[in-house]
């Protein structure tokens, strides 16, 4: 990826190509904006914006423009640090803004939209950013330069402050903004980066820019949001996919004292209150009856019987290497597997909810969304509006974890506000939400694998069964049948196999809609794959980690995470009866992880999991403290589903509603968690969602140690 900075007059004349533009602001400071390669160059160029923008206004603040939501992963802070690192100021020094909806302006050059996912935003502006502070910085200090007739080469620039060649003068950058803003951008070649040996604030540790509003409780997430003449909904959705409501006392929710409307729409029923607290006592005096339509007879026995079927036949081939059947034919043993994975729920603690206020010419809205534009898309159909006339206002997210990458919730909102005068708040209670999340997908995988007469492997078959997210989420990318999340981590392992197959089934369950799931792809076959591996070295008679070496020898970054991990967790050592370490390996998002996993069973088979040590290579370690904080939280995340997260259906129902039954892990029950970065100059890779996919074969394969019995099916529950 690549910027390339040209003059405000060459600027216009470009098509499709990479710039940054400077320009006075009305109060006189500096701004600069940047495209980045991948998502409509021209039309921003020809409408005077570009993708980022910069601001230094004239009191030396620095406003940034963040396209990437924040929802806990501190982006506000990591993309600040990198515009900061080159700019030369301090990082309090910069304002972080939200960004509006526009792809053209905004997309992230690795999703080509203005998406936050894929755990992708510092990798996705690791140079765009750094090259926008670097150029400002050139002109700011040429600006310094010019006044004090100097050669800005041997000008220096540091906090925000320019000094002369000499020593004895400097300038703070607020004092040459509107100067600067009239120097000519430099040219690409002109714009040197620190190298990782210079920097002086990444790979360090700031206080996050957003902490202090959240602590104070001045942040504003979705659900916080108030607006005049606002009132306030709850809703009941369908308990069954594709039912829809067949009788409602609106009479006796109207009696509530404060209830001012019941709306009723093909798939909901909303009061409308002058509090929530009205609003749910009207939705109980409306004694809902449904229609459950034609899947009320849908349950769990009746998916996984689909999907059994669907993985006995063959699939689309993500891919084929050497020659699997022969290998298969000659080799001196042969072992098949059978593995199963739950739907999850997201249950993050911000529950749905959505702001609109829908009038005649407009629709604005305030929520948290991972996905703007398409969220914004999405609203202009319904409505009949023009995209400019849906007005977004991007809020915190209490949790994304991919559930805010479906624009659903918004959308029932608007569907409501079409019968409300002023603007509607819509929160979903609890239940709601989890009994209506879009789940990450049920998976029933085959894998066989054949070894020689060490126990090396020397054939590899892995089928892939299950539904596709990006068919329904991103039909363009779903290529001849091929979804390429469901199968990363399957077709690319981080180990050596000779001959290898991978191939992919979709199988759709009736009335279960499926989504992203804080990295649905790995997050399956991570556990698969690291499961088998140890299987394989079990019956090679091996330590598992001593197996694992020997197929890395071409992997130079997967083997040192491995050996790290092994290292740190005291691998080899004796452990009293009843415990036992098991250990994993991956490589997902751009960043290679190993866990061990230290894990105690009872004799009546309760597993308490006591410690997991990490081994993390991320590339350049922007912030350690934030890489260690999304270490444990993708660790208890992932460690939650495998020990307890399943939703299952009955009669066409999710039968979990809330905590009680869909409970995540308690303060108590978390395991001490240590997290060791391997010092690395490579870009950056993604890290909100590699954890998450790692923990659970770790776990597992630390029971098999500790008990003898292999776990192929999540959650583990007891053993």
Not at 285 to 305: F, L, T, Y
Not at 588 to 594: C, N, P, R, T, V
Not at 670 to 691: D, F, M, Q, W, Y
Request: proline letters at 6%; aromatic letters at 6%.
């Amino acid at each position: 990826m690549t910027l390339t900075i040209v003059s405000r007059a060459d600027a216009a004349a470009l098509s499709r190509r990479t710039f940054l533009k400077a320009s006075a602001t009305a109060a006189g400071g500096l701004a600069l904006a940047f495209v980045v390669p991948g998502r409509s160059e021209a039309a921003g160029a020809e409408n005077g914006a570009l993708n980022g923008f910069v601001r230094i206004e004239p009191d030396g603040r620095v406003h940034l423009t963040i396209p990437m939501v924040e929802m806990g992963q501190g982006t506000y802070t990591s993309l600040a640090m990198l515009l900061a690192e080159e700019l030369e100021v301090k990082l309090d020094s910069i304002v972080p803004e939200h960004a509006p909806p526009n792809d053209a302006l905004y997309a992230n050059p690795i999703l080509h939209e203005q998406s936050t996912g894929l755990s992708a935003s510092t990798r996705g502006f690791w140079l765009p950013l750094r090259q926008a502070g670097a150029a400002a910085r050139i002109m700011l200090v040429t600006a310094a330069a010019q006044r004090w007739k100097a050669d800005p080469a041997k000008c220096t620039a540091k906090a925000g402050v320019i000094t002369d060649p000499s020593g004895k003068r400097s300038l703070p950058y607020r004092e040459v903004v509107q100067a600067a803003a009239q120097i000519r951008p430099p040219a690409l070649d002109q714009i040197k980066l620190k190298a990782p040996g210079q920097f002086s604030l990444i790979g360090t540790s700031p206080k996050r820019l957003e902490a202090a509003g959240k602590v104070s409780g001045r942040t504003r997430f979705g659900i916080d949001a108030i607006e005049p003449g606002m009132k306030f909904a709850a809703i009941a959705i369908s308990p069954v996919g594709g039912g829809k409501p067949k009788q409602v006392n609106q009479a006796a929710a109207l009696a509530i004292k404060g209830v001012r409307q019941v709306v009723v729409i093909d798939e909901a029923v909303a009061i409308i209150a002058d509090h929530t607290g009205a609003a749910k006592k009207g939705l109980e005096a409306a004694a809902i009856q449904w229609d459950d339509g034609p899947n009320a007879q849908v349950n769990s026995q009746s998916i996984v019987a689909q999907l059994k079927a669907g993985s006995e036949t063959s699939g689309v081939i993500a891919r084929n290497e050497g020659n699997v059947e022969q290998a298969f034919a000659k080799a001196a043993r042969r072992f098949d597997a059978v593995f199963e994975l739950p739907f999850l729920a997201h249950a993050a603690m911000e529950p749905m909810n959505c702001t609109v206020h829908l009038r005649k010419d407009a629709c604005e809205i305030w929520v948290g969304t991972q996905v703007p534009t398409v969220t914004q898309t999405r609203v202009a159909a319904l409505t009949g509006l023009q995209k400019d006339a849906v007005i977004l206002h991007n809020q915190f997210l209490g949790g994304g974890f991919g559930r805010r990458l479906e624009p659903d919730g918004t959308l029932l909102a608007v569907k409501i506000a079409r019968h409300v005068d002023g603007p509607v708040k819509v929160i979903w209670s609890r239940e709601e939400d989890i009994q209506h999340d879009i789940y990450r997908p049920y998976y029933y995988d085959r894998i066989s694998a054949a070894v020689d007469e060490a126990g090396n492997p020397v054939a590899w078959h892995h089928r892939v069964c299950g539904s596709s997210v990006v068919a329904r989420f991103a039909p363009p990318l779903f290529k001849n049948g091929l979804d390429f999340d469901a199968v990363e981590g399957a077709a690319e392992p981080p180990y050596a196999l000779p001959n290898i197959l991978v191939d992919y089934v979709r199988v759709e369950p009736a009335s279960i809609t499926t989504g992203f799931w804080r990295g649905v792809g790995p997050v399956h076959n991570v556990f698969i794959v690291e499961s088998f591996i140890d299987e394989l070295a079990f019956a090679a008679k091996q330590d598992p980690v001593a197996y694992r070496r020997r197929l890395l020898s071409k992997n130079p970054r997967a083997l040192a995470v491995l050996n790290l991990a092994a290292e740190k967790a005291g691998w080899g050592q004796p452990m009293p009866a009843g415990k036992a370490r098991g250990i994993s390996l991956q490589f997902a998002f751009g960043s290679y992880l190993s866990q061990v996993a230290e894990v105690a069973v009872d004799t009546k088979g309760k597993v308490r999991v006591e410690r997991i040590v990490c081994a993390v290579d991320c590339g350049i370690a922007v912030t350690p403290s934030m890489i260690e904080a999304q270490v444990q939280s993708g660790t208890i995340f992932g460690l939650t589903a495998a020990l307890r997260g399943a939703i299952t259906i009955k009669d066409g129902r999710v039968e979990q509603s809330n905590f009680d039954s869909y409970p995540p892990m308690r303060i108590d029950e978390v395991p001490r968690i240590e997290t060791h970065i391997v010092p690395s100059t490579e870009n950056p890779g993604g890290l909100g969602e590699a954890a998450t996919a790692i923990v659970a074969p770790a776990v597992t394969n630390a029971i098999f140690a500790a008990t003898g019995r292999r776990i192929r099916k999540l959650p583990i529950e007891e053993v």
